[in-house]
Structure formats: C-alpha cells, structure tokens
C-alpha cells in the first residue's frame, strides 16, 4: 500500500529511577488489506497495567477487519466493535488471573488505514496526529480535564461510549502519527487545544522516509528527548512512499 512505519515504546526516566517496568505498548503490522498503528499507556497507579497494554496491542493488531473494502460507515462500525471486543479480552485476562479489570487500565489509540480512508479510535489522553507537509493537524484531541493524569481507561465503565473516531480520506494524508501523553510537551504546541508542534512532525516525516530510519532509531529518539514528564513514551509513524 505504499506505507513505510516505524514506531517503539520506551520506558520514562521517572520509571527508570524508580525501578517501574514500561507500561507503554505499542506496535504495527501492514498487510494486503490494511495498515495498523496502535500504541497504549497503562494506568501507572494500576497493578497491572503493563499488561493491559500489551494485551491491547496485540489485540488491535489481530482483530480481523470485516469485508473487502470497507466504506466509511462500516470502519466507523467496525472501529467500535474493535475497542469493545479489546475491552472484553482484557476483562477475560482479569477473570482468568483473578484480578479486576481496572487493574489492567490502559488508554489507547488505534490507526486502520486501507486505500481509501484513514480511521482513528482514541480511549483516553493519547495524541493522534494526521497531514502531510506544512498540515499536519491534531485528530480528536482529548478534552481538557479538570486535573492533570485524569483521563478515561479502556476498562473503564463508559469507555465504549467516550471513544473518539474519526474517518479521513486518505488520498489527503501523507502521515499519520500516534503517541502516548509522555510525549506531550514535546509534541504539542498547545496543550488545551492539542494542537500539535508543527516543526517537529517535518522534522520526524523526513525522518521516517529516510533509508536509515529503523524501530531502533525511534526508540533511541524517545531515549534521548527531554520531555519533562518522565513519564513512558511511544510513538508510532506511518508515512506514504513514492
């Protein structure tokens, strides 16, 4: 389909000092039919959080995507099936360790895209962002919250219903970019709006599409930033080639 990705999760300096395993996930897989992006954060107050995360990964990757070639409306349906049925396997996980499900608290932002359209599905604080040079613009930004680390779970009670979709043409869109809130400071020009820094996704484009641009490369960029949180970092980057 003509879509070079590269993406990595790496554990937060906070974490690091404090002997806290990553909590962050995050992966990718092109096919025939379509290209998926996903990362997730766990919950850092959750026992089990870290495997949330995993478990949505992977799920996203998996999840077998209905019919041919799919229209807007149907990805759109498709999109919330996809996070209900992750939410339900994460709850069988719980059920089988014998744990509660909001041990295994994970946000999560999903990426679909097939020749036609690009589709987003967002749980929680996680940033999406989607253009092409000099347009790069902010895909359903989280709503500010009355406190800081507040945000909405997979597991939660009502998670299916704050899901944040969105369907875009994909003949518009060069690069589509997803990433967990550890990188905000970093990446957003504004925090209240989320919209995003501008001079940092050319930057990153240009990089994905270079020969040399690896998993490694990114996960040794998420290694070296400075990005004041301490927190967790992923970052997954698809970009259009020639």
């Known amino acids: 389909m003509g879509w070079k990705i590269i993406g990595g999760s790496v554990t937060g300096k906070a974490h690091i000092t404090a002997g806290i395993i990553c909590q962050d996930s995050s992966g990718w897989r092109a096919a025939d039919r379509d290209v998926r992006l996903v990362v997730a954060d766990g919950a850092g107050s959750r026992l089990r959080s870290a495997e949330g995360a995993q478990v949505a990964v992977e799920y996203v990757l998996h999840w077998p995507l209905p019919g041919a070639s799919p229209s807007a409306a149907s990805l759109e349906a498709a999109l919330r099936q996809m996070i209900g049925d992750t939410r339900d396997a994460i709850k069988e996980l719980a059920t089988g360790q014998g744990y509660n499900a909001r041990e295994y608290a994970t946000t999560i932002a999903a990426g679909i895209i ?85 001079p940092f996704f050319e930057d990153l484009v240009g990089h994905a599409r270079g020969a040399h641009a690896t998993d490694e490369s990114i996960c040794q960029f998420l290694s070296s930033v400075d990005d004041q949180s301490g927190d967790d970092k992923s970052l997954v980057v698809a970009v259009r080639m020639e």
């Not at 709503?143 to 875009?168: K, P, W």
């Not at 589509?176 to 209240?192: A, H, M, N, P, Q």
């Open 114 to 198: 097939t020749e036609e359209f690009i589709a987003v599905a967002q749980v929680g604080d996680t940033i999406a962002i989607a253009g092409s040079s000099g347009q790069y613009k902010a895909i359903e930004p989280a709503a500010a919250t009355e406190y800081v680390n507040e945000t909405t779970f997979i597991t939660d009670d009502d998670a299916v219903l704050s899901i944040r979709l969105s369907i875009l043409p994909a003949i518009e869109i060069e690069a589509v970019i997803l990433s967990t809130d550890g990188l905000r400071f970093k990446i957003l020009e504004d925090l209240g709006s989320g919209a995003p820094f501008v």
